[in-house]
């Protein structure tokens, strides 16, 4: 793994795809062993989840089903504080277990805002949510994150899903922002 360049910033390597397998994996197997008797609806929360909502599937060994939404609080490599919803949820959840799928947890802000819409509009019979990254430095809300694969630190990362300015998704390692670049 080498340093890479994604429009005006350096990104240098962080996770190998090795290393982001067998976390995944481990996270699976840990959601399996509380749904093992249920059908769980695992909702994908788009773009950045594509990678890791697949390779979860892969390795979990019970039954589920899947369904996405489509939320954006980001611009460039800042949170802008608002989410918006994008695309509308794409299966009836109601008294169904859930599991939010993220690729990255750091504010909390939208999921914040996702529980809201979980609640008032398509009462789950629970929600939980599983996490590829979670950021706890700045992650400051009531709530918790059920599931997480890793936690990282406050960085800019890059790569297996998540992007900067829709470039880098296709990446299979995770990069960081290199030091000396503006951080989020």
Do not use: W
């Amino acid at each position: 793994m080498e340093s890479i360049q994604v429009h005006d910033k350096s990104f240098v390597p962080y996770l190998k795809h090795d290393e982001i397998q067998e976390i995944i994996k481990e996270l699976a197997l840990k959601v399996y062993e509380d749904y093992k008797d249920e059908t769980p609806i695992f909702i994908g929360v788009l773009n950045g989840v594509i990678m890791f909502f697949s390779d979860f599937l892969k390795y979990y060994p019970g039954k589920c089903e899947i369904a996405f939404l489509q939320v954006s609080s980001y611009s460039g490599t800042q949170s802008t504080g608002i989410v918006y919803k994008k695309m509308e949820l794409t299966k009836d959840v109601m008294d169904r277990h859930i599991i939010l799928m993220e690729d990255i947890v750091d504010t909390g802000n939208t999921l914040e805002n996702l529980f809201e819409y979980f609640k008032n509009t398509q009462r789950p019979k629970s929600l939980k949510v599983a996490s590829l990254l979670l950021k706890p430095d700045v992650f400051k809300k009531d709530f918790k994150v059920d599931y997480v694969a890793k936690e990282i630190p406050n960085k800019f990362v890059l790569g297996y899903g998540l992007d900067y300015d829709e470039l880098g998704r296709n990446l299979p390692d995770l990069y960081q922002l290199e030091e000396g670049r503006i951080n989020h």
